[in-house]
């Protein structure tokens, strides 16, 4: 079964995108739509990266809700920073967090933490990873954020991934 669906969830979502995309379900349309979620998952197949070594389940979970808290924090934090743009213009500014994550899962998986945490952008990586270039909306204290940055997200994905 595994070589005709290497994936069944996508093959699952192809039909079912299918097949809203169709705005109707008769015979041709249900045909097409279960030939495109097998042939293209096949064909997609070798383009998949091999999936990563998982482990530590309490840390991701911790991981997942510190990301959640510093996703609500950080939203109010940039509102109130852009509310107060006129009479106190926030402070953005190029941050450099030395990295000790090497593994391509781990830093696939801090790109999106810090894409997903309003007021930090992922800009730059070494080319030997060895370090990140991050913009920050607004920056009190450099060497609190890479502390933050480091503790609460590195660590982390480390422990998960390493």
Same mark, same amino acid.
């Given at each position: 079964?595994?070589?005709?669906?290497?994936?069944?969830?996508?093959?699952? *979502?192809?039909? *079912?995108? &299918?097949?809203?995309?169709?705005? #109707?379900?008769?015979? #041709? =349309?249900?045909?097409? #739509?279960?030939?495109?979620?097998?042939?293209?998952?096949?064909?997609?197949?070798?383009?998949?990266?091999?999936? *990563?070594?998982?482990?530590?389940?309490?840390?991701?979970?911790?991981?997942?809700?510190? !990301? #959640?808290?510093?996703?609500?924090?950080?939203?109010? =934090?940039?509102?109130?920073? !852009? &509310?107060?743009?006129?009479?106190?213009?926030?402070?953005?500014?190029?941050?450099? !967090?030395?990295?000790?994550?090497?593994?391509?899962?781990?830093?696939?998986?801090?790109?999106?933490?810090?894409?997903?945490?309003?007021?930090?952008?992922?800009?730059?990586?070494?080319?030997?990873?060895?370090?990140?270039? !991050?913009?920050?909306?607004?920056?009190?204290?450099?060497?609190?954020?890479?502390?933050?940055?480091?503790?609460?997200?590195?660590?982390?994905?480390?422990?998960?991934?390493?």
């Amino acid at each position: 079964m595994r070589t005709l669906l290497p994936s069944p969830w996508l093959s699952l *979502g192809l039909l *079912g995108g &299918w097949l809203l995309l169709s705005r #109707g379900i008769d015979v #041709g =349309q249900v045909l097409l #739509g279960i030939a495109a979620a097998i042939v293209l998952p096949l064909l997609a197949a070798p383009l998949r990266p091999r999936p *990563g070594p998982l482990r530590h389940g309490r840390v991701l979970l911790r991981l997942i809700l510190r !990301v #959640g808290v510093d996703v609500v924090r950080s939203a109010l =934090q940039v509102a109130v920073g !852009v &509310w107060r743009a006129k009479s106190h213009p926030p402070r953005g500014a190029f941050v450099v !967090v030395p990295l000790d994550l090497h593994d391509t899962h781990g830093l696939a998986a801090l790109a999106m933490i810090a894409a997903v945490v309003p007021g930090t952008v992922w800009s730059e990586i070494a080319p030997d990873r060895s370090a990140l270039l !991050v913009h920050v909306f607004a920056l009190d204290d450099e060497a609190a954020f890479i502390a933050h940055f480091k503790a609460d997200y590195e660590h982390p994905l480390k422990e998960i991934f390493e």
